[in-house]
């Protein structure tokens, strides 16, 4: 034995033995000893069931051993890829990988290529976008069948086969013997694991068991497969060759575990339904070539057929019948089906059996992937895509029953699209293998499983069958993989060729269609709402779209020239004999079933659509196509039911069926559906109204609308088919129908770029839109292979030609707009085509929208200023094909409609509309634009009265009509109508348009003698059908069958109708005038134009004409009129000419007045609420001007001199909840609405001005240790070290980082009313988006959000008073009142100790600041919860607020005055509040740094003695946060000259800090030189102003110390005076800023603004530091200086300080000196250019937590910190990582990239929301979620704005959409 468990060396030598002896003489020997081994190492025992796993590893290890013939694995594999001629990429990925697809490259639509080979190609400037793969894919780059050579990448470019040399026989050889039984010991697995479940599915698990053990098998082939094409071929070879199978599989042998798994194989191959062809037929079928047809076959499988069949079809009504609900399943017979297809499966190589098991276990995605990665291999590719199209049935008979068919159908798509995308093999498989025959017919049986039985027209006798929606196979989309596989082959043009030649599969297919046609039938709800909506109409409208329209548009595709007329007529021919079939199925006659509707009519779509073609590119001629008349009537019929039933559905009449009904309309019409369902119908209506009797055609119309009976020239009517609230918007239906009808020319003759054109101008004159969402609202033609690609050429241009490009812009209220196209002047002028747009809007409102735009350029260019009608548009002029369509503008019948219609509306009739008017006129306008000849005017004169006894008009031309009087007419009214009854005169036109009912009548075929017959719509159409039907059968008894025709009648009597003569005496002239009178309220109004200048009737376009209301309309129609002829002309003149009797009077009735009382109540109304909201406004506004005041008084309260009485006047405050003015009172305090929040805003300032870049590669990394944040926590915990703790926390401000912001609104509210406000939004259950229970509410005026109420001090504006008041007092004794203030602690006006509302409220609101933020950013000392620690935070607060206001600024104070931040601010209630809570801390006196800074100590050595750590050196101290303390802890309100007392003091201290740090910078030289010239001028009066003499003081104190001893190399390089000067007023300015806004606050009087340069001198004379007379020698900082006791002793105190300390830690002094602080204002990370660069970085970038790569990366656009957004892999206690990020970085506030989404999310506390995106696409628009995949840019504004709103804190009030996000991001 070559012993099996030998260990890993071993192995190596038994492998390199066989293999020497394999080359050997004795090969076959070895080859035998070989395949013993094998059996043994791979036998299936030592599968799953026995420690599966250490048997397979050691299994696989043998492999490994064995192939590259006991050499190392890694040198093999180097080796094989030697040998590889790459000219394929071929990387196989599965689902979420993101890819490209490049339209410019690509040949196929289906070209994907992976990054790699994207970015190593050359694209730039294509059409490309990048995307995520749904189904997964593979890369193309390098096959030139799917894509262009030009954009191969570098790799791929090179042709190979030249140079790779040749493969060694003995490289290989060990694989071609050790493959083959490798790859079917995997295949045993399979069959062993593979259990055939009873009844239920097998279950998941034990299938999942399996997999789960065979993955490192399947790993293996796949790494097998990418050692490139050498390897490859060895696995084709093994995988196809049928010798190997048979000698390994057939199951003969002494083996009996072989035996069993080909038993298992048989059992799972008849389980499957699938006989095995030995039981069926004798071999001679098996070998059936390729060349004989199936049909041949079908004779033999037809025996055998009804076996097969049954037991499927037995089993699938077992998984289907529980499904779905009341409807009974219909089963087809089976006879066409060809048995082959379906039933019949043998393997011959193991790939198929592969294939096979890989279906059976439902496409595991490894073994996918294997299958795949085997593609680049030609042959394989060839043998692979035969043994997948001979499972296909088997596939979709898996995916039926699958419970995962979601992912089984992506598995699916993901192999076939790579097969069937390559035209060379389609056509391959389709010549060989019968390709379109198995998918028609596999399709077909798919659907045949959920058919039932139709219930259109006649329910008890149809034998239509249709698809049954509401069945998974169609509401999950299961059918889906097949029909994209259909698509796909069909935009191949060979195989189309195929499809289209072959008769029989043209029958088969039209079979299929005619599942789809009628199904889902809505029928509508006439007494209750229906109680459950179905939703099932989403896979009705996709279905067809997807399995009938796609398919449709794919074979149009190929009918594009003279040469296919052929498979025009084939498709045309078997469309009509499917159609005739489906008529006589539904037992249809001549009358639609009242209240159903179908949407979906393939088999008319289909018939409409070849047509069209047949005109447009094939130049066939129409009629020779199209059926007879009879055929012609049945076919309108149905399209026009849609017709009206979306004017029902419009005027709310199916109101009870929902709102899905509603959907339904609105799918039909919108975009994606439009050019495959309402195009075609009103296409193939255009058609039958060309070639069908006008009369019958216009009659059809009206009374599918239902508005019959209301074409009568009476004045009351009873209409027996619609309640009468109805009536007025069907009536509008109809007619906007017919002028949709007669308008559009979207098929009849226009270019593709015209309709390019008319649909994007609809579409613009709508609305302004995207880019995008132009593309999207286009309709394009669905299959993709055709013409006009989306982003196309012609796209662009004609987007350039009608719009332009609105850059996007930022609005004040922060909402963003995207980059938009809006229509140019001249569309709106010259295009805009109302017609259009009501065709293409799916939401009425849309149509609104476009005539309110128009009116406002109308408006705007002066083109006119009322409110315009909808503007006439010249058409296109019609194909000749269609010219019978102007037919129907030229016939009686809609003469007598046009007639009768304006006669009602001269009558102020009911139920008619300004919308009627409109749509006549317009019909009148398109009669006259299409007349049909000129007529001769001489030989109408002549006889033309007499001639027209018994009807109304002469002819049916309408020229001649208009001017046709008509004298009386005879009517048919209800008894109770007021008309007169009058004998008739001779001549009377007789109107019988009331009432359908009567004309059915026998009684009524004539009155008294003299009069006309009585004219019925429905009567003529009945009459032209039967004359047809007549000519059209030579059988008589096909009589129609008036049973329909009764359907229609109400229930009960029909009313008594009499008959009644009308006096009209008008002609559509006269009415045309006297509608022109009555429009202008004038008399007389209209004058003919020509009889002031003759040119009018030359030149007919006049502009003045083409925009304007009614009376232009009427004035254009009779121009037209008179120009067309001379006769109109002349009686146009004569009707001017008599003087018009006035309009008969309205006499208005009471229901009228009702509505004209509404009418002006209404205006009254509208005007009283007008005025109110004006005066609320100035109210608001004066009261903003005093709310305002408060904090920013004028100067003029400020008293010109100051006086012992001091001018009282207290702040007045008005509360905006109950509206009451009064100041704030310790009994009822008032107080601003403020929002307080944690910011860490100012930690993020660094000290470098260029900004941080967001890190886009590994080297690049951001370190958070230069943050002004970082340098503050360092120093105090150095302090810390080594000072005593509590003065240490005195030394320092806090809330760098989490320091509390707050800010206002400005408002104010009495506390009271805020309770009781807080406790009625507790109550109200409105989803708010902020929580009432954490405090937050929106300030009941503006809105805005706030958390908390910030009491006002009460008190008078004294402190202010004291202004300007130069006190005489000298310095000494103001440090002493100083001093002595401090002392007196607590005596604070409010005393403590009483609790009064306003010191509760005080507390209040200082718990809320302290609880804004969180515990760590409030805790410093070492002792946790000593006072200290609330010292500090407090006058922190005060310091975080001053700090962020300056940055709000910009960092500095140059522009003076209030600024916006200003408005905002709070501070000085703040003040207050603070000051009250400091001064319950005292300071101890001995320690009180006020002494430390205005007297020598006397003691020295006292604090060598103690034992605890010394007191931080005043030199260390920071000092503006000295002036802080000092501030709030004396007695307010403070005097201003105590304040400016104050600030000397400490400026002595800062400026002897700046010379310290500076002596430290400069050289040892430069340090001796100083020291010496101070010596000498030490004594001089001046000494103490001149920085000269105190540097060298200073230096010769320090350097007592040790503090200059150990070098540093960093210097000043040169120390000139200036520069000097200049680094100590730099070192000053930050102190002397805050100190300036700290004033400004505290005692009001505005900021002086300044140049940036006088910065510093401008400020200090603003506190008071400078003294008011200035010589005129330079000027100098240290001229600012004012020493309260003298200033060598104070400075040499100081020092001396340091220089203890620096003895016992020399190191550490520098370190601790103050430095020059140089922040620049706090900035977001710098984006890169191209959001691409992000995105390839991070998407695949691994979490340093987790080292998983997260599903939602995000990146901090502060800090650069990469997280997992919602990832459950960072969650730490409950938070997740985005979450607890925002709460370390920002204090609560994170500002995220999201990297798959491109777009910034925003987390604020508890809250979160998305803010937008930064980045843009060439058209100025976002991509949310990369779904188009365009390249983005980075837009500078938007990231100004987010920077802007992150720095003012103003996110909450600028973003309206916050949500809650239970830490779950």
């Keep these: 034995m070559a012993g099996a468990g030998a260990s890993g060396p071993d192995k190596g030598v038994t492998a390199a033995q066989l293999k020497t002896a394999l080359c050997g003489e004795s090969g076959a020997e070895a080859a035998g000893e070989l395949r013993a081994l094998l059996a043994r190492v791979l036998a299936p025992a030592a599968g799953p069931g026995s420690g599966g796993g250490e048997a397979a590893a050691e299994a696989l290890e043998w492999c490994r051993c064995l192939l590259s013939g006991g050499e190392p694995w890694d040198s093999f594999v180097q080796a094989v890829r030697a040998y590889d001629p790459a000219t394929l990429c071929g990387l196989v990925w599965t689902a979420n990988f993101v890819a490209y697809r490049c339209r410019t490259c690509g040949i196929s639509p289906c070209m994907s290529l992976c990054a790699e080979c994207f970015h190593q190609g050359e694209h730039a400037g294509h059409d490309y976008n990048m995307f995520r793969s749904q189904a997964g894919g593979a890369c193309d780059c390098g096959d030139s069948n ?102 390994l599989s057939s199951g003969v042998g002494e083996n009996a575990c072989a035996k069993k798994s080909h038993e298992k194989y048989l059992i799972a191959l008849k389980g499957s339904g699938l006989a095995f062809p030995e039981d069926k037929i004798a071999c001679g079928m098996q070998e059936q070539g390729a060349g004989t047809s199936t049909l041949a076959v079908q004779g033999l499988a037809g025996a055998t057929a009804a076996s097969g069949q049954g037991d499927s079809s037995d089993e699938e009504d077992q998984d289907g019948s529980q499904g779905v609900g009341k409807r009974k399943r219909v089963k087809l017979s089976s006879t066409t089906k060809d048995q082959s297809i379906m039933d019949v499966l043998k393997h011959k190589c193991f790939l198929e059996e592969l294939l096979f098991w890989t279906i059976k276990y439902e496409f595991p995605q490894k073994m996918v992937t294997f299958l795949l990665n085997m593609l680049p291999d030609q042959d394989y590719k060839i043998a692979f895509t035969k043994t997948f199209v001979q499972h296909y049935a088997f596939i979709m008979k898996t995916l039926k029953k699958s419970h995962e068919s979601d992912t089984m159908s992506n598995r699916i798509v993901h192999i076939s699209v790579q097969l069937f995308s390559n035209e060379e093999l389609a056509r391959q498989v389709t010549e060989e293998c019968q390709l379109l025959d198995i998918m028609v017919t596999v399709l077909l049986y798919m659907m045949e499983s959920c058919l039932i039985k139709s219930e259109l027209q006649d329910e008890e006798n149809s034998l239509h069958v249709v698809v049954n929606c509401g069945e998974a196979l169609l509401k999950n989309n299961t059918y889906w993989p097949l029909v994209s596989d259909f698509i796909n082959i069909l935009s191949h043009q060979s195989v189309a060729k195929k499809f289209l030649e072959d008769h029989g599969l043209l029958v088969t297919w039209m079979n299929f269609v ?32 997807e399995a009938c329209a796609q398919p449709m548009w794919g074979l149009l595709s190929h009918c594009k020239v003279r040469e296919t007329q052929e498979y025009t007529r084939n498709v045309v021919r078997y469309c009509l004999e499917a159609l005739q079939d489906w008529f006589d199925a539904i037992n249809f006659v001549d009358e639609p079933a009242p209240n159903q509707v179908t949407f979906h009519l393939p088999l008319h779509r289909y018939f409409a659509m070849f047509l069209s073609k047949a005109v447009k590119c094939q130049e066939l001629d129409l009629d020779t196509i199209l059926p007879d008349q009879e055929m012609l009537m049945k076919l309108m019929i149905h399209p026009l039911q849609i017709q009206a039933s979306l004017s029902e559905i419009h005027s709310n009449m199916w ?348 009684s009524l075929q004539r009155e008294n003698s003299g009069t006309a017959q009585v004219f019925s719509l429905v009567a003529e159409r009945r009459k032209k059908f039967q004359e047809i039907i007549n000519r059209n059968t030579s059988e008589a008894n096909q009589v129609v069958r008036p049973k329909t025709s009764m359907k229609w009648s109400a229930p009960g009597a029909t009313p008594q109708l009499t008959t009644a003569i009308l006096e009209v005496k008008e002609s559509i002239l006269s009415l045309l005038i006297k509608l022109h009178h009555k429009l202008s309220g004038k008399q007389n109004s209209y004058y003919p134009p020509w009889l002031d200048d003759v040119d009018v009737l030359i030149h007919t376009e006049i502009p003045r004409y083409s925009h304007g209301d009614g009376m232009t309309a009427v004035e254009r129609i009779l121009l037209k009129a008179a120009v067309q002829s001379r006769l109109n002309k002349r009686i146009i003149e004569e009707i001017c000419r008599k003087v018009t009797p006035p309009v008969p009077p309205k006499k208005i009735s009471s229901a009228e007045k009702k509505t004209l009382d509404k009418e002006e109540r209404r205006q009254k109304a509208r005007e009283r609420q007008q005025k109110l909201l004006a005066e609320f406004a100035s109210r608001q506004k004066s009261f903003m001007e005093t709310a305002m005041d408060v904090e920013s008084p004028d100067a003029d309260i400020a008293m010109e001199v100051a006086t012992s009485e001091q001018h009282v006047s207290e702040a007045i405050y008005d509360c905006v909840i109950c509206g009451q003015s009064g100041p704030s009172t310790e009994d009822r305090p008032t107080g601003l609405v403020v929002l307080l929040q944690a910011s860490s805003v100012l930690g993020q300032c660094r000290n470098s001005t260029e900004p941080k870049k967001l890190p886009t590669t590994e080297e690049e990394q951001i370190y958070p240790w230069d943050t002004c944040a970082a340098l503050h926590d360092v120093r105090l915990t150095t302090l810390q070290r080594y000072f005593k703790d509590s003065s240490c926390l005195q030394a320092v401000s806090i809330g760098w980082e989490g320091g509390v912001y707050v800010q206002t609104c400005g408002h104010t509210l009495h506390i009271d009313c805020h309770k009781s406000y807080m406790e009625s939004l507790r109550n109200d259950q409105v989803l708010q988006g902020f929580s009432v229970d954490k405090g937050e509410f929106t300030c009941p005026l503006c809105r805005q959000f706030a958390n908390s109420v910030l009491p006002c001090y009460p008190g008078n504006n004294v402190e202010r008073s004291l202004w300007q008041s130069h006190s005489n007092k000298c310095m000494q004794d103001l440090v002493q009142e100083v001093e002595d203030l401090q002392e007196q602690l607590g005596t604070f006006p409010v005393s403590i100790s009483s609790e009064t509302n306003l010191s509760k409220e005080m507390e209040s609101v200082m718990k809320d600041i302290k609880s804004t933020t969180q515990k760590k950013y409030t805790d410093y000392s070492k002792t946790p919860g000593s006072p200290d620690n609330d010292f500090l935070f407090m006058y922190s607060v005060a310091r975080t607020n001053l700090e962020l206001e300056l940055v709000h600024r910009g960092g500095n104070l140059c522009s003076g005055g209030a600024s916006t931040a200003g408005k905002r601010s709070c501070l000085n209630q703040l003040f207050h509040v603070l000051a009250m809570h400091m001064r319950l801390y005292s300071i101890d006196s001995a320690y009180n740094p006020w002494r430390k800074l205005t007297q020598p100590s006397q003691d020295k050595n006292s604090e060598l003695i103690s034992e605890e750590l010394p007191e931080v050196p005043v030199l260390y101290r920071d000092v503006s946060s000295l002036l802080l303390i000092q501030i709030l802890t004396m007695p307010q309100p403070l005097h201003k000259e105590h304040f400016t007392c104050i600030i000397k003091v400490l400026f002595t201290l800062l400026y002897t800090q700046a ?239 999201l990297i798959n989404a491109s777009v910034i999310i925003i987390i604020r506390g508890h809250r979160f929301c998305l803010w937008g995106s930064v980045y843009l696409d060439a058209h100025g628009e976002e991509d949310r979620d990369l779904r188009r995949g365009k390249p983005l840019y980075i837009c500078k504004e938007r990231y100004k704005v987010l920077e802007q709103q992150w720095v003012s804190h103003t996110f909450d009030h600028i973003n309206k959409r916050w949500g809650p996000h239970y830490n779950g991001l």
């Design 146 to 247: 799917v894509m262009r050579e030009a954009g191969f990448c570098k790799r791929h470019r090179i042709k190979s086969n030249s140079n790779v040399p040749c493969v060694p026989k003995d490289l290989l050889m060990m694989s071609e013997l050790v493959l083959p039984q490798f790859i079917f010991s995997l295949i045993q697995h399979l069959r062993e694991g593979y259990n055939e479940p009873a009844l239920d599915l097998p279950s998941e698990k034990d299938l999942h068991k399996i997999l789960q053990v065979l993955e490192p098998h399947v790993s293996f082939l796949e790494d097998l497969t990418k050692m490139g094409g050498a390897m490859r071929s060895v696995l084709t070879q093994v995988l196809t060759s049928q010798q190997f199978y048979k000698d």
């Design 514 to 545: 005619s599942f789809f046609q009628g199904m889902n039938l809505n029928k509508r709800e006439l007494n209750e709402h229906v109680e459950f909506e179905s939703q099932t109409y989403y896979a009705a409208f996709a279905a067809e779209l």
């Design 655 to 1002: 109101v009870r069926n929902g709102l899905q009904i509603k959907g339904q309309a609105m799918t039909y019409v919108q975009s994606h559906f439009c050019n495959s369902m309402i195009d075609p119908d009103i296409y193939l209506l255009q058609v039958c109204a060309s070639r069908l009797d006008p009369d019958y055609f216009i009659s059809s119309v009206f009374e599918r609308f239902k508005v019959v009976d209301l074409l009568t020239m009476a004045s009351q009517h009873q209409n027996t088919v619609l309640d009468s609230e109805h009536e007025r918007s069907m009536l509008e239906g109809a007619l906007t129908f017919l002028v949709l009808l007669l308008s559009l020319r979207l098929h009849l003759g226009m270019t593709d770029d015209e309709i390019l054109r008319a649909e994007m101008v609809a579409q613009l004159c709508m609305n302004d839109r995207t880019h995008s969402s132009l593309l999207d609202l286009i309709p394009e033609n669905p299959n993709p292979k055709s013409g006009i690609i989306p982003g196309s050429l012609s796209f662009e241009s004609v987007l350039s030609a009608v719009a332009d490009f609105k850059a996007p812009v930022f609005e004040p209220g922060g909402s963003m707009q995207q980059g938009m196209y809006t229509p140019k002047a001249e569309v709106w002028d010259k295009e805009f085509d109302p017609v259009m747009v009501i065709l293409r809007t799916v939401y009425r409102r849309d149509v609104q929208s476009a005539m309110d735009r128009y009116t406002a350029f109308l408006k705007q260019s002066g083109k006119f200023p009322g409110n315009p009608w909808p503007p006439y548009k010249k058409r296109t002029p019609l194909h000749p094909s269609y010219k019978g369509l102007i037919k129907l503008l030229h016939c009686k019948t809609l003469h007598i409609v046009l007639f009768t219609l304006l006669y009602k509306i001269l009558m102020d009739h009911q139920n008619l509309s300004e919308h009627v008017l409109c749509m006549v006129l317009y019909l009148v306008e398109l009669g006259l634009e299409n007349s049909p000849e000129q007529e001769s005017d001489e030989e109408e004169s002549a006889g033309g009265q007499e001639r027209c006894h018994d009807s109304w008009f002469p002819g049916s031309n309408l020229v001649s009509n208009m001017r046709h009087f008509i004298n009386y007419v005879r009517v048919r009214v209800p008894e109770t109508a007021p008309e007169v009854k009058r004998e008739p005169p001779a001549s009377t036109s007789s109107d019988g348009l009331a009432s359908s009912q009567s004309s059915r009548r026998k």
């Design 1555 to 1793: 010379l310290a740090a500076l002596s430290v910078k400069c050289s040892a030289e430069d340090r001796m030189a100083w020291k010496e010239s101070e010596a000498l001028k030490k004594n001089a009066s001046s000494g103490e102003k001149s920085w000269e003499v105190l540097l060298g003081h200073v230096i010769s104190e320090l350097s007592k110390g040790k503090i200059y001893e150990e070098e540093e190399a960093e210097e000043l390089t040169v120390v000139n005076p200036d520069s000097v000067e200049c680094y100590l007023q730099q070192f000053c300015l930050p102190f002397l800023r805050i100190t300036s806004l700290l004033q400004h606050h505290l005692f009001g009087g505005d900021l002086p603004s300044c140049q940036e340069d006088e910065e510093f001198t401008v400020l200090a004379s603003c506190l008071g530091l400078l003294p008011p007379f200035q010589s005129a020698h330079p000027f100098t900082s240290a001229s600012c200086l004012d020493w309260p006791v003298p200033a060598f002793d104070m400075i040499s105190q100081w020092c001396s300080e340091l220089a203890l300390f620096a003895d016992r830690q020399p190191d550490q002094v520098k370190v601790l000196l103050i430095q020059e602080p140089k922040w620049d204002l706090p900035r977001l990370l710098q984006l890169p250019e191209n959001y691409n660069t992000i995105f390839q970085y991070y998407h695949r970038k691994t979490c340093t937590v987790c080292t998983k790569v997260p599903k939602d990366p995000a990146v901090c656009l502060v800090c650069g910190t990469f997280v997992c957004l919602k990832g459950l892999c960072c969650k730490q206690q409950s938070y997740c990582e985005c979450v607890l990020h925002s709460q370390n970085c920002g204090a609560g506030t994170g500002i995220f990239l």
